[in-house]
């Protein structure tokens, strides 16, 4: 959380206390709650296999802000494929697991606050120390989340984007 003393959200009028600097997805955009129990299916706090045919890990596209000393971040879930989610996984629990190169991936979470969609966006997934979660770095394209992610946000933007996913639809669980 921010040093800021809340927002009024823009939606419902409420005065929230504190500004969110995080959201996060619970799962994949693919993820249905009909995979657990299956024998080929995993959804862990990290990690997610889904029909033993598609991987995936969880990261943080990082965001600065820039009239504050803040980072806001999206929690999101990258594809990657079989080979390197194995090796990602081999390495999760090494101590220089960090040296590791970037893996590519897709990202395969549908944040509520772009347009077009952030699905299938182009990633790099940069393995930090462990107890960290990986750096999202999202290729450098016109996409307003990827322009976002190297120019940096106001906090006003951080108020926008909290009113929005506080208000979210049915779709991506948050």
Same mark, same amino acid.
Request: charged share 20%; hydrophobic share 40%.
């Given at each position: 959380m921010t040093s800021d003393p809340g927002f009024t959200c823009t939606c419902c009028g409420a005065q929230h206390l504190e $500004?969110?600097?995080n959201h996060t997805a619970e799962a994949p955009a693919v993820w249905d709650p009909a995979f657990v129990g299956a024998d080929d299916c995993l959804l862990s706090s990290d990690q997610c296999v889904v029909? !033993? /045919?598609?991987? &995936? #890990?969880?990261g943080l596209? =990082?965001?600065p802000v820039v009239d504050s000393d803040e980072v806001f971040s999206w929690g %999101?879930? %990258?594809s990657l494929s079989r080979e390197n989610f194995a090796r990602a996984a081999d390495l999760w629990d090494s101590p220089d697991r960090e040296a590791e190169q970037p893996? &590519? !991936?897709? $990202?395969?979470t549908d944040l509520p606050v772009y347009s077009p969609t952030t699905l299938d966006l182009k990633t790099h997934v940069h393995? +930090?120390?462990v107890g960290e979660r990986p750096y999202v770095e999202l290729e450098p394209t016109d996409h307003p989340l990827? %322009? =976002? /992610? +190297?120019?940096g946000i106001t906090l006003d +933007? #951080?108020? =926008?984007i909290a009113a929005a996913v506080l208000h979210a639809g049915s779709g991506q669980r948050w």
């Open positions: $500004l969110p600097m029909c !033993g /045919q598609h991987y &995936f #890990v969880k596209i =990082e965001i %999101v879930w %990258v893996y &590519f !991936g897709w $990202l395969t393995t +930090r120390p990827a %322009v =976002e /992610q +190297r120019t +933007r #951080v108020r =926008e």
